[in-house]
């Protein structure tokens, strides 16, 4: 393992990495006092070398890229999606192609977050020490220990992608994560809308209408001011006290005030930001009202469809040894049930060969349920 603090050393490593066919990365990361992650450190590992590489100390991280965008380096994750946005955020690109052992795992009969060591251990025989997994990662100088915790990280890396491939490839389910390996590496995902950041509060649910649409603009204002000032968003405002605020309708500030904590939370100035917020939102043409996701009020009930729809999923996923949560989410299958037909991925592709149409069937009334020696019998009609 080397330890990367300067330039020059990190240019050396790229340049031998760019020989290679797999880049194994990770990151290590602080976000509790910011809005956004500040990255600590940087692991990179091929099939030779680890590097653990120290954003503090080096000029240019943007060095890498070649890295992260050549085509014939497949770039090794897991659980990956924060890695990537940080990625994004620092260096403006995201990595492709790339492999998530995470997600990959959930084709081969493991759970569908089954975390890094424990993965490690079902493939590699490897126990990982424990001992710096809460370790604060911005102060320097790092401990051999840390540095070897980071790079244990990516350096099995490597090796778990191949013993996957080779067992995907096995299965003929390689091919089946391309869309999932696509989507990760989608610029879309990583650029959030603070216009429909209301919907994500908590307790969001209580409101009418109006509300919501106070709501949307309160919790713009919030997520835009979080930003500005890379600070988390509860500390300019917790969803407690936003949803509240907006269902007592506050116009003025001293309104707000009446909110537990808001006082203490907000300055005159933006107080009065709110309260404009308040006010535009409740004062909004009804036509530009925002709805939440019907599924979640007014929809019928569809709890049997569901409970007989779960056991179809349930005895497939164990039959193809592939996480249930994977081959068809709970979300997805009360889609299903109340008739949608598109943008649902138990719908689409190898999921749809699997299980989606069995479970259409299901529901026109086409196959029959019932118990036997090995338990659930599914029969077509008429067979």
Request: include cysteine; hydrophobic fraction near 45%.
């Amino acid at each position: 393992m080397e330890y990367i603090a300067n330039q020059e050393n990190l240019e050396a490593f790229v340049r031998r990495a760019a020989s290679s066919s797999v880049l194994a990365i990770d990151t290590e990361f602080l976000r509790e006092k910011t809005y956004y992650a500040n990255l600590c450190l940087l692991q990179l590992a091929t099939d030779t070398e680890v590097a653990v590489v120290d954003p503090f100390a080096i000029e240019d991280l943007a060095v890498v890229v070649p890295l992260l965008e050549d085509p014939s380096i497949v770039k090794l994750f897991h659980a990956g999606s924060q890695d990537l946005e940080i990625l994004y955020r620092e260096l403006g690109v995201l990595p492709s192609p790339l492999f998530d052992t995470q997600v990959a795992a959930t084709l081969l009969g493991h759970t569908q977050q089954i975390g890094y060591g424990p993965l490690v251990h079902s493939l590699c025989g490897v126990n990982l020490k424990k001992s710096d997994s809460f370790t604060d990662w911005s102060r320097r100088p790092l401990s051999d220990s840390q540095l070897e915790y980071a790079a244990d990280d990516v350096v099995y890396l490597p090796k778990m992608y191949r013993i996957m491939r080779e067992r995907l490839e096995a299965k003929g389910r390689l091919s089946w994560l391309d869309n999932d390996f696509a989507a990760m590496a989608d610029p879309a995902n990583y650029v959030s809308d603070a216009s429909e950041r209301f919907r994500r509060l908590k307790r969001v649910g209580q409101l009418n209408r109006r509300q919501l649409s106070a709501a949307r603009e309160v919790a713009c204002w919030r997520e835009l001011t979080a930003q500005d000032r890379n600070v988390p968003r509860k500390w300019v405002l917790t969803d407690e006290q936003v949803v509240e605020a907006c269902r007592r309708e506050s116009r003025t500030i001293d309104e707000l005030f009446m909110v537990r904590g808001v006082r203490e939370k907000l300055c005159t100035r933006d107080a009065r930001a709110v309260a404009a917020a308040l006010v535009r939102g409740l004062d909004a043409p009804v036509e530009k009202w925002p709805e939440l996701d019907k599924c979640l009020k007014s929809e019928p009930n569809v709890d049997a469809e569901l409970d007989l729809m779960e056991a179809i999923v349930r005895l497939r996923a164990k039959e193809n040894d592939i996480a249930m949560q994977t081959l068809a989410s709970h979300g997805d299958l009360a889609k299903v049930a109340r008739g949608y037909r598109e943008g649902v991925d138990v719908l689409r592709g190898w999921r749809r060969a699997i299980v989606g149409e069995e479970l259409l069937d299901l529901l026109a009334g086409r196959i029959t349920l019932s118990l036997g020696p090995a338990g659930l019998v599914v029969t077509k009609m008429g067979s």
